[in-house]
């Protein structure tokens, strides 16, 4: 049974930083496209980033270019999504999404493509407030 599982969510201010992880059990994340999503309250879900196991393919969604970074550690099994410069518009919750029929595109990787998604862990808050 596959389970994905968000962590490192909570308050921070403006200008801060904050280090998500997703972590799978029940299949390799090497071998698939883990994307983050984010949906804030009375909003759509919206996609974040979105990268390709096997050969590190990312893609960021503008509002957060050069600010956010997507990696991942294969011996860890785990993607991260480095968030610099956190400014309150990205108050949400933060989803992690895999699977082995998508792409690091910008079609997949935003609130058009979440259909197109099968393993989604719970989601993890992050809070930017003063």
């Known amino acids: 049974q596959v389970q994905v599982v968000e962590s490192g969510g909570g308050l921070v201010q403006p200008g801060g930083s904050l280090r998500l992880s997703c972590t799978a059990s029940?299949?390799?994340?090497?071998?698939?496209?883990v994307g983050w999503f984010r949906q804030a309250p009375g909003k759509k879900r919206e996609g974040v980033s979105c990268?390709?196991?096997?050969?590190?393919?990312?893609v960021d969604a503008e509002s957060v270019k050069g600010r956010f970074i997507i990696f991942k550690n294969n011996t860890r099994n785990t993607v991260y999504l480095q968030m610099n410069n956190l400014k309150p518009e990205d108050t949400a919750l933060y989803y992690c999404?895999?699977?082995?029929?998508?792409?690091?595109?910008?079609?997949?990787?935003?609130?058009?493509?979440?259909?197109?998604?099968?393993?989604w862990g719970q989601g993890t808050p992050v809070t930017v407030s003063s």
């Open positions: 029940g299949l390799v994340l090497d071998d698939y496209v």
């Open positions: 990268i390709r196991g096997k050969d590190g393919t990312s």
């Open positions: 999404a895999t699977d082995n029929r998508v792409a690091p595109s910008p079609f997949y990787c935003s609130g058009y493509g979440t259909s197109h998604w099968t393993y």
